[in-house]
């Protein structure tokens, strides 16, 4: 199943245990952008993952983006 609104985004419960991936692959959302955060040369990131494209990047980051929570509990302990 194509996440909404995102077509390079797939979740498959039989994948990854349904966790949001690229395009089928096993390859989560989760990990593309610990990659890209790791990375800081993006020749050497697509040297490391050249079965991603460009837009499959964008759209993970988009994808974290928009289902990150933006309530932020400040209450103290």
């Known amino acids: 199943m194509v996440a909404s609104g995102f077509d390079r985004i797939t979740v498959d419960p039989h994948l990854m245990n349904g966790q949001p991936c690229i395009r089928g692959m096993r390859l989560t959302v989760r990990r593309v952008v610990e990659a890209v955060s790791l990375y800081r040369d993006r020749e050497e990131f697509f040297k490391e993952y050249p ?13 974290a983006a928009a289902n990150l929570e933006d309530v932020i509990d400040f209450r103290v302990a």
Not at 51 to 63: I, M, P, Y
């Open 51 to 63: 079965e991603l494209k460009e837009d499959d990047v964008k759209q993970a980051l988009e994808f």
